[in-house]
Nanobody, 125 residues
Framework: QVQLVESGGGLVQAGGSLRLSCAASGRPFRDYGVAWFRQTPGKEREFVATISWSADFTVYADSVKGRFTISRDNARNTVYLQMNSLKPGDTAAYYC??????????????????WGQGTQVTVSS
């Protein structure tokens, strides 16, 4: 069992930056592929980025490629999402998720066993 807690969301102007953190407790975090998803009211949850257990493999959604960076520190049981050049379209609740089977990560939300409660990111124009 893994518990995930996101933090770092907030209100930022367009062009600004935020760093989200996903802190894990429970089983060793290094065993899991991890991803960030985002969701706005009335829309499907959208894949943002994923990272493998060893951090040597990452995948990004086209909409964030070149602006967002996913990373992890297994010693600290934490995954990060550095978000630069933020746009109003990035406004959403951001969720981290962990998968015990997809250790290289996955873009599919149904691959993930554990989810955090989400952190809100609002980008003003």
């Amino acid at each position: 069992q893994v518990q995930l807690v996101e933090s770092g969301g907030g209100l930022v102007q367009a062009g600004g930056s935020l760093r989200l953190s996903c802190a894990a407790s429970g089983r060793p975090f290094r065993d899991y592929g991890v991803a960030w998803f985002r969701q706005t009211p009335g829309k499907e949850r959208e894949f943002v980025a994923t990272i493998s257990w060893s951090a040597d493999f990452t995948v990004y959604a086209d909409s964030v490629k070149g602006r967002f960076t996913i990373s992890r520190d297994n010693a600290r049981n934490t995954v990060y999402l550095q978000m630069n050049s933020l746009k109003p379209g990035d406004t959403a609740a951001y969720y981290c998720a962990a998968s015990s089977s997809e250790t290289y990560g996955s873009t599919r939300s149904n691959s993930y066993d554990y989810w955090g409660q989400g952190t809100q990111v609002t980008v003003s124009s």
